[in-house]
DNA sequence: CCAAAAGTGTTTATAATACACCCATGG
DNA sequence: CCATGGGTGTATTATAAACACTTTTGG
């Protein structure tokens, strides 16, 4: 490129790794996939999934290579939140990191491979300590999930594939960290047409029961909705 | 950092760019600040205003360094849009670049020094031909400046002190390249609480004079509020 | 019967939208 | 006197928010 006549070899080069944020639902819970340092500097603390990012690929390309590592899974929900780039900010070696969130379905992710690699699954509730800027990472990503999840009905990234009322309002709850009004809910959410009432209930969690819900295939909302005022 | 247990050195550095879209505002048009390339390859082609992050800097460090080299201006409005890390992208080697994008006060910046620069203003309305991915980059920013100016007022970044109404309406007009109605961005505007009436007309854009405003120091507006919906 | 969630309906407040209309004035 | 933007008012519709109430059923 053409940097205002500089020369590219009077400048540094630099390692560029990508770190996930990467959002789950279950229980109630929004949870967080992190991984456990087993040794020194910082033992005991928890971090974002990463990687850098090798010769023949980008930065999206590696997240999912990483994700998919991790998780087992393909196709997963994936958008770039930020990039850190201060050069004191890893303790090592100069290193570029390009933040990224997912969106998994816990119900479909292979829990031993995430086991195999010392990850755990954290509840938004209660986080552990991070190493270094990782928490600012994940304020980050929250905030573009929120930006999102206001937008857009998410669910199908997260939730299983049929669900009741509840199940979404939770999901929804746990994201903006507040409650919902169930009628005011349900009616703001079925007006978007993006959701199919199936003919089966769940029991389990109401005396009552609820109708399943599923995602009708194609059904993106057309233009931007505000589903959840931030 | 502890990217999985990976060694550091079996990976790559590259590169590490900012590129910025500098926006501006004059005569009822919303502009972006460009440099001509005047060698092959690409000759004639028109690029973003961009540079290597040095080692001592961070890419925002990097980015105000060179708005301030182009422009003259220091406390510009900054925010990072996305970064751009295919591969193949720069055909020299590869480089990340980290997009920026920045407002600017026309009336206030060097015009002589972006002159010595080759740089030149070009009105959104009829851009020329962008070298590599530089089109999509504005594509980007502009899109992320719509969701800014939707969502607070927008103005003190890009017009004089004191502007009219109207002005500022032409302004939103160009952002969202679309028609606005009078009455109505009035009352939306002034609803906001953050301009204030100054006692002084402008009458070159009108018959009657149109009262000049200017914004009001530290009222930002408290929570988000849509302006323009998208 | 009671608690807890399911599901529906109603009321009020607020905001967006579309316009109509008068004002002021330089040319 | 008229075209142009300045500025205000209003009626209509849409949306958000608060909340009351009825239904269902396992324990």
């Known amino acids: 490129m053409f940097y205002m006549g500089e020369k590219y070899n009077k400048f540094s080069k630099y390692f560029v790794a990508v770190d996930c944020v990467i959002f789950g639902y279950e229980d109630g819970d929004l949870k967080l996939l992190l991984y456990h340092r087993g040794f020194e500097p910082a033992k005991g603390m928890w971090s974002l999934m990463g990687g850098f990012v090798g010769e023949k690929e980008s930065s999206d390309t590696a997240a999912r290579r990483i994700l998919k590592n991790i998780t087992g899974l393909e196709d997963i929900f994936l958008e770039q939140v930020e ?11 100069r290193v570029v990191s390009i933040i990224y969130y997912a969106l998994i379905r ?103 029961g ?3 819900f599923k995602f009708i295939e194609g059904a993106k909302e057309k233009s931007f909705d505000r589903i959840v005022k931030i």
């Open 210 to 212: 609820a109708y399943y």
């Open 83 to 93: 990039v850190f780039t201060e050069p004191e900010r890893d303790t090592e070696d």
């Open 106 to 208: 816990i119900d479909k992710h292979n829990s031993d491979k995430v086991r195999e690699n010392g990850a755990h699954w954290w509840s938004m509730k209660s986080l552990p300590d991070f190493i270094f800027d990782h928490k600012e990472m994940v304020n980050k990503a929250l905030e573009k999930l929120q930006l999102k999840a206001g937008m857009e009905l998410v669910g199908s990234e997260l939730l299983p594939d049929k669900f009741t009322l509840l199940q979404l309002r939770r999901l929804y709850e746990a994201i903006f960290q507040k409650e919902l009004d169930t009628g005011n809910f349900r009616k703001k959410v079925l007006s978007l047409k993006v959701l199919q009432r199936l003919d089966e209930k769940n029991t389990t969690e109401s005396r009552r």
